[in-house]
């Protein structure tokens, strides 16, 4: 998106790519349908130490203005839930768009181009004439390139079997540039070993939840696996919880249990039988159990509660607390959440204020957007900030 932006403005742009193949992450998202934006795009639904920060570049590249390039080369397109827009066809329509944009731009493309050493010249002119001062000098496996403005929009360390590296960040360090903390995001949450065991054989129960950590909370799925918890609810709250914060998960949104319970005091149903009518039978068990052992309330039938109870097991229905001990890491994380400090970039631009002409955009700059789209749509918006620019 940069480099294309940039040729258009009459640029001689080099795109230089570490990877065999090109746009390899465009090509798996979405379950290789590219879910390449969201319409609900806002500043909300990104985390940064710097929240403020994505609103110009967000406001000056809209979703609408990327389906309008889908609608030039007639690339069909439909809407999920929650506002997610994915292509009708292959992601590979999405990388074929951006691949002959570039070329009718004018770009040079490199592939397996491996960057060796950055070097980089300051002139006294800097301010004046930027555009025709050739201040970096990047060797490559490739050859020798000079240039005026530097981009690197080398993505986060989420999914390394596809190319991921902490290149972006090394240079970053290289320029003096702070780096905010980094962790996997988008990723599901892992559970101790023995705390697990009960939950362990329940792999694959689907349950529409409300998770909470903090201020925010998403009514997603949640998905059991056999080392914790995932899930469309789970990836999202991942980028936001903190390691040994526990997680507040209503098992039931849509109902009101001290009320039901109220209703059933006459009944003799095992509490387990009762909640069958929206758990897995195997999960109401095993929740009832783990119920008794931390809670000391056995699973006896419904008319054997006294109101305590009742309100002690309606409340951990509604706030089921539990404390992952940590993530799967960033193999199956979506995203790498932290990265180049924002305070340290123009908004505008992109462009690194202490070090004219060099710009940082995407995943590799403290901006991560929730599960959806959004962080496609943050790739496109910083991208096209920077190519106005650089």
């Known amino acids: 998106m940069c480099a294309i932006q940039a040729g258009l403005r009459g640029r001689s742009v080099v795109l230089l790519d570490h990877s065999k193949k090109l746009a390899e992450k465009i090509r798996i998202s979405g379950g290789g349908r590219c879910n390449f934006t969201n319409i609900n795009t806002k500043p909300g639904n990104f985390i940064s130490a710097n929240p403020d920060f994505c609103r110009s570049a967000l406001a000056r590249y809209t979703p609408q203005d990327f389906i309008a390039l889908l609608q030039k080369h007639n690339i069909g397109y439909h809407e999920k839930t929650l506002g997610q827009l994915f292509c009708d066809d292959e992601s590979e329509a999405v990388i074929a768009m951006l691949r002959g944009e570039s070329e009718a731009a004018g770009v040079k493309r490199f592939m397996n181009c491996e960057a060796v050493e950055i070097n980089y010249s300051p002139t006294p002119e800097d301010g ?3 555009q025709e001062l050739h201040r970096f000098h990047v060797s490559t496996s490739r050859g020798e390139f000079n240039s005026a403005s530097l981009v690197i929009a080398t993505g986060g360390l989420s999914i390394p079997k596809i ?6 960040y090394h240079v970053a360090e290289q320029f003096g540039i702070p780096i905010t903390k980094l962790k ?17 054989d329940l792999t694959g129960v689907s349950l529409d939840t409300i998770v909470s950590f903090g201020k925010q909370s998403f009514r997603e799925n949640l998905l059991v696996t056999h080392r914790g918890l995932s899930g469309p609810a789970i990836l999202q709250i ?18 009101d249990m001290l009320a039901l319970f109220a209703e059933q005091k006459a009944s003799k149903k095992l509490l387990s039988n009762y909640l069958v009518q929206w758990f897995p039978k195997n999960f109401s068990d095993v929740w009832c ?14 008319n054997q509660y006294n109101d ?3 309100k002690l097991i309606a409340e951990h229905l509604h706030d089921w607390q539990v404390i992952p001990s940590g993530t799967v890491g960033y193999s199956k994380a979506e995203v790498t959440c932290g990265g180049v400090d924002t305070r340290a970039l123009s908004s505008k ?21 929730q599960l959806g789209g959004y962080n496609f749509q943050w790739a496109w918006a910083s991208g096209y900030a920077a190519g106005q620019a650089a």
């Not at 190319?163 to 972006?168: S, V």
């Not at 631009?349 to 957007?369: N, R, S």
Request: hydrophobic share 35%; aromatic share 10%.
């Open 128 to 130: 004046q004439q930027k």
């Open 238 to 255: 991942s980028s936001y919880w903190q390691h040994g914060q526990p997680l507040h998960i209503n098992l039931l949104p849509d109902c």
């Open 184 to 200: 996997p995001g988008l990723v599901p949450l892992t559970f101790a070993p023995d705390d697990w065991k009960p939950y362990a």
């Open 349 to 369: 631009t992109m462009e690194c204020i202490a070090v004219p002409g060099l710009y940082f955009i995407g995943e590799v700059v403290d901006v991560t957007g």
């Open 289 to 302: 159990a783990q119920l008794t052992e931390h809670s000391k309330i056995e699973n006896r039938p419904l």
């Open 163 to 168: 190319g991921a590296t902490p290149f972006g």
């Open 308 to 310: 305590k109870e009742r």
